[in-house]
């Protein structure tokens, strides 16, 4: 600014120590005297002295705001747990604590997800909120704040203590515990009934042998979800070339029978031509059927779910809409993808479903998001890097 502004004086006074030398007189040099015999050579005079100080001000060293937010923090850092980074808009980082150093940076850039909350914070000028996860099995919830126009904040912080992940798996044993009871209590009951029945009834037997197996399915499904979660954790992916849109129909076509008999209905709709991803085609089916299931499982009668595939530049983009009963407003935009949260008391699901998918996409380098409104429907947005632009994360 004081650049622009002693460019701008400087041309100003040249353009009136012009004017003094064209109309003075021939013996008179106003250049050199304290003559003010008009208003144009007392403006010389006073503009002169005010460049010369313009001049002397852009010559000395100054703070930017940039440093001051620097040394704002470095003042604050030895009472902060947290890890801090304070960035320019860019990602260019002016200062992070020794907390941040492991968990926010590769070298001198923020780490990937980072970078985008960084930039979500940047467009909207509003603070920008995710949990992420930043270290081998722990989450992290990061936030990014605008201090000024050019200047930001990352700052996270672990969701779980050490007690609180005692917490965390006390909790988790007691909901595994309590959602294996109920169907178990339901098996031996009507094992029981039939063993202790004087007489064979037809009618009951059958209604007593489909309780066992339904529930005996709702227990396999529960192994299945506890088995395949605990896999995530340490199985690699099996990375092969894949079309989106044919990955999406192996997940639709496993559920159209479902749909049809409970009078519900699939769509899907991709624009024309291939659409590549590089990606574990198992892992991406298991995730899609995931949220295919959940939106029939919670869709009325009249159930409709639109699969919308997008392609765009350095992306691609699935939506999941439904007309269902719609998701909590407490339980958005996180909490419905943490493990073991269930948005909605009745139904047979184990808190597991979205968690897994969350991993699985976030595997893969993508995202997901919710939004939703109570009695209207709910969108899951997958958002998954194209193979150029993809940083692959098997943790």
Not at 228 to 238: I, T, W
Not at 351 to 380: F, Y
């Amino acid at each position: 600014m004081y650049r622009l502004l002693l460019i701008i004086g400087l041309l100003l006074w040249l353009g009136l120590t012009l004017l003094l030398n064209a109309f003075a007189p021939p013996e008179v040099l106003p250049l050199f005297t304290l003559r003010f015999s008009s208003a144009f050579s007392l403006a010389w005079l006073l503009s002169g002295a005010g460049i010369g100080l313009l001049a002397l001000r852009a010559a000395l060293p100054r703070r930017s705001a940039g440093d001051e937010w620097v040394a704002r923090f470095e003042g604050l850092a030895a009472y902060l747990n947290e890890g801090v980074v304070v960035c320019s808009g860019r990602g260019r980082v002016r200062w992070h604590n020794d907390a941040a150093r492991e968990l926010l940076l590769e070298g001198d850039t923020l780490v990937s997800n980072a970078g985008e909350l960084l930039k979500r914070a940047q467009s909207s000028g509003k603070v920008a909120i995710q949990t992420l996860p930043l270290r081998e099995g722990l989450r992290f919830s990061v936030q990014a704040l605008p201090l000024d126009r050019q200047n930001f904040a990352v700052i996270c912080r672990p969701m779980q203590s050490a007690s609180g992940q005692g917490a965390f798996y006390e909790n988790f044993i007691r909901r595994i515990v309590h959602d294996m009871r109920n169907p178990l209590a339901a098996i031996i009951g009507h094992a029981a009934n039939m063993r202790q029945s004087p007489t064979v009834e037809p009618d009951g037997w059958r209604k007593s042998a489909g309780t066992i197996e339904a529930e005996a399915q709702r227990l396999a499904r529960l192994v299945d979800s506890l088995l395949f979660d605990a896999r995530l954790a340490y199985v690699p992916l099996e990375l092969q070339r894949l079309d989106v849109a044919d990955v999406l129909e192996e997940a639709l076509y496993a559920h159209d029978e479902q749909a049809q008999n409970q009078g519900k209905s699939l769509q899907l709709e991709t624009p024309p031509g291939a659409m590549p991803l590089e990606g574990d085609r198992d892992l991406l089916v298991r995730a899609f059927e995931n949220l295919i299931d959940n939106s029939l499982k919670y869709s009325g009668e009249q159930g409709k779910l639109l699969v919308r595939l997008s392609d765009l530049p350095n992306m691609v983009v699935i939506q999941f809409s439904d007309n269902g009963e719609g998701i909590p407003p407490e339980y958005l935009p996180d909490r419905i993808f943490e493990p073991l949260v269930r948005a909605r008391s009745h139904g047979s699901g184990s808190g597991l479903g979205l968690s897994i998918v969350r991993k699985i996409i976030e595997m893969h380098g993508g995202t997901i998001s919710a939004q939703s409104k109570l009695g209207e429907g709910t969108t899951m947005t997958v958002r998954l890097p194209k193979p150029s632009e993809r940083v692959m994360s098997n943790g």
